[in-house]
């Protein structure tokens, strides 16, 4: 039994918009704020939730959160973040109290968006997660979704929607606190439960 595991610290958010793509700031942002952040080597970020409205933006809605995943031993620096403001490129967030939430098992897993090195090429992508799966000793069909592109320091990366089918509990516990692909803290290869089944 893991006697540190990992586990969602949720702030509630306060705002009216974010960009589609916000991921590089959102990182900026934090790590500003919290130079702990930028250094962490296991520390996961969610993408922000909202409704598409147009013009590259999401407008925030009651489900729309921020969410870090790390070590239920290095809360404390991350819970100082609340009452703090982030400026977005000019979208302006309040954070508000957060909350934890234990991570749990389910047999399909989704992603909005995970990445790795050359993913601009499908196949070498497809590689690449089932060579992570495979070291990781983890059993599931991978399915691809939509092709995405990111913004970091202007230049546009690439990645893909992806869902995780057929885990068992000890993997679906293992994906989601070890993740896959990289930039980990922009928001990719952040893996929960789909919809219906949280």
Not at 51 to 56: E, P
């Amino acid at each position: 039994m893991d006697n540190d595991p990992k586990v969602d610290l949720c702030f509630s958010i306060r705002g009216k918009t974010v960009p589609v793509d916000h991921g590089f700031d959102l990182y900026s942002c934090i790590s500003r704020l919290l130079p702990l952040f930028h250094e962490a080597q296991d520390v996961g970020l969610k993408l922000i939730r909202g409704r598409y409205v147009g013009d590259g933006l999401l407008s925030l809605q009651p489900n729309s959160w921020l969410v870090f995943r790390l070590r239920s031993s290095g809360l404390s620096p991350y819970i100082n973040l609340a009452g703090n403001t982030l400026d977005l490129r000019g979208h302006l967030i309040q954070i508000g109290v957060p909350k934890t939430k234990a991570l749990t098992p389910a047999p399909v897993l989704y992603s909005h968006l995970v990445t790795t090195r050359n993913g601009q090429d499908q196949e070498r992508f497809l590689t690449e997660i089932s060579r992570q799966l495979y070291e990781m000793g983890i059993k599931a069909e991978v399915q691809l979704g939509d092709r995405k592109t990111f913004t970091i320091h202007e230049k546009k990366v690439v990645g893909y929607s992806m869902q995780l089918l057929g885990l068992s509990d000890e993997d679906s516990i293992k994906v989601r606190e070890q993740a896959l692909g990289g930039r980990r803290k922009m928001g990719c290869g952040f893996f929960e439960p789909t919809e219906h089944e949280q």
